[in-house]
């Protein structure tokens, strides 16, 4: 291919995408709406994007920046004197490696465990599965939403090595009773961890609505994601340790094989320089002063629309927001999955989550300083989706094929069993390849209307169709 060929290509691809500038799009990026910022950290970027952070000694600029960002995040999250922090690929790593610290720093507990909310991010449920630590979960308030204390406390045992905070979670966008669960933690000598990996970089920069960093006692760790809120590029989060102690069990080392001893605080080895210069780059230039306006004006969209939300027919927040996310609720006139897909002709990507326990399906918004000038046209598109969707009806799954889903096993479903559903559902192409239909909400309302476990060996099914060779 020529370079304009590729060029022309990797555009028309890109087309295929959801924009990630012009705040439309309500929930896996972030925009600043600063230009400059954009353009300098994509400078860094590929300025740094062939140095390899696997050696410190060789790429200094690597190692320097590096401390540059846990050094501005401690300042940030009120760590003390002797805290540590480490840069990773995104917040599942950051979680993977508090959760591996913790159960590396317990080794006297043969099989242990971790309490965690309901409403803590599914990346801890990866970690329990990747390191052999049982979730123990402890349903949430139901009116507040947030962790409940002591539930937490009675889940506590011998086994637990670790319990797990929100601030906020991902779902509901409220922050967890941290203190109550620090607490509790210390008493009995468990660390706790604090999943700030969307808040971090918000909620100080708001002033504090309630503690939740280091400044709380038995606060161990934090996780923060720069690619989030600090508005760079993916791939890059922060994990900090209160003590140099506390990080060792995720630092890893072997000197026992014929090449260079592998000396690792991360599960990469081999890590690009790119995605860390970029967060250096932007976080230098939008500043201090830079992130208390931006975070201000995200804040001030979300409050705004849910003050907007509540004069829609049909529509409400599901609970009072802490900090820049909203999940959105529909009464019975109407369903969410309907208002997303009407939400989308009109411009807008809002995201659909499930039904859970005895939380309704919801709506959710990740809000950007870059959609804080577009709230009116935005609470606009939400009347217009919302009276659509209440025109149209409840979304209806059809009942035969609801019979069919419900009798499938997730256990036992095999490839022919998977292809038999995708034809009963109207999702097979002419050669048996998966197709998705424009309009998603009788998919959602199929999906929602199954057990998580069900759901996931559907959506297995799926990720394992569409991640096929592109044929010749
Ligand atoms: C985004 C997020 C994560 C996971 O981060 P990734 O960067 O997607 O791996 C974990 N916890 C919370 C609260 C998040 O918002």
């Known amino acids: 291919m020529s370079a304009e060929e590729v060029r022309a290509t990797l555009e028309a691809l890109r087309a295929t995408d959801l924009p990630v500038h012009g705040g439309r799009t309500l929930a896996y990026v972030y925009d600043s709406g600063l230009a400059d910022a954009d353009a300098l950290g994509l400078e860094a970027l590929a300025m740094f994007a062939g140095a390899n952070g696997l050696d410190p000694t060789a790429f200094p600029s690597l190692l320097r920046m590096e401390n540059d960002l846990v050094a501005s995040a401690g300042r940030l999250l009120d760590a003390p004197e002797g805290f540590v922090g480490s840069a990773t690929s995104g917040g599942t790593e950051s979680i993977l490696l508090a959760v591996l610290a913790a159960r590396e720093g317990a080794p006297h507990v043969a099989s242990p465990s971790m309490v965690l909310p309901t409403s803590a991010h599914a990346a801890f449920l990866k970690a329990a599965k990747y390191l052999g630590v049982r979730p123990v979960l402890v349903d949430v308030d139901p009116t507040t939403l947030r962790a409940d204390p002591a539930a937490t406390a009675a889940a506590i045992d011998e086994s637990t090595i670790l319990v797990v905070a929100s601030a906020p979670s991902y779902a509901h966008g409220v922050v967890d009773p941290v203190a109550e669960l620090a607490a509790l933690a210390a ?60 990080r060792r069990g995720h630092l890893f080392a072997s000197a026992d094989w014929p090449g260079y001893t592998m000396l690792n605080a991360t599960m990469q080895s081999t890590r690009s320089g790119g995605p860390l210069a970029a967060a250096w780059a932007v976080t230098r ?76 399906p919801t709506l959710h918004l990740t809000l950007s300083a870059a959609t804080a000038p577009s709230v009116p046209e935005f609470l606009q598109a939400l009347v217009d989706a919302t009276a659509a969707a209440r025109a149209a009806g409840p979304v209806a799954v059809d009942p035969a094929l609801a019979g069919f889903v419900a009798a499938i096993d997730p256990a036992t479903l095999d490839e022919a069993g998977f292809a038999g559903l995708l034809s009963a559902a109207g999702l097979a192409g002419d050669d048996g390849s998966l197709s998705l239909p424009e309009r998603m909400a009788p998919v959602n309302a199929l999906l929602d209307a199954c057990p998580p476990a069900l759901r996931e060996a559907l959506l297995l099914g799926v990720l394992d169709r569409l991640s096929r060779p592109t044929p010749s």
Do not use: N
């Open 285 to 360: 230039t939008i500043g201090e002063a830079g992130y208390v306006r931006l975070a201000t004006e995200a804040r001030e969209a979300t409050v705004a629309i849910a003050r907007g939300v509540a004069a829609v027919d049909g529509l409400d927040v599901l609970v009072e927001p802490d900090s820049t996310l909203l999940a959105l609720v529909a009464d019975e006139t109407c369903d969410v999955f309907t208002i997303a897909d009407e939400m989308l002709a009109r411009g807008w990507f809002t995201q659909p989550q499930m039904a859970f326990r005895d939380v309704p």
């Open 187 to 246: 008493e009995r000598g468990v660390r706790c961890h604090v999943d700030a990996c969307i808040g971090g970089w918000v909620l100080p920069h708001l002033g504090h609505p309630a503690p939740w960093t280091f400044a709380v006692e038995g606060v161990t760790s934090i996780s923060v994601d720069l690619h989030k809120y600090a508005y760079t590029s993916k791939g890059v989060s922060l994990l900090l340790h209160r003590s140099a102690e506390l």
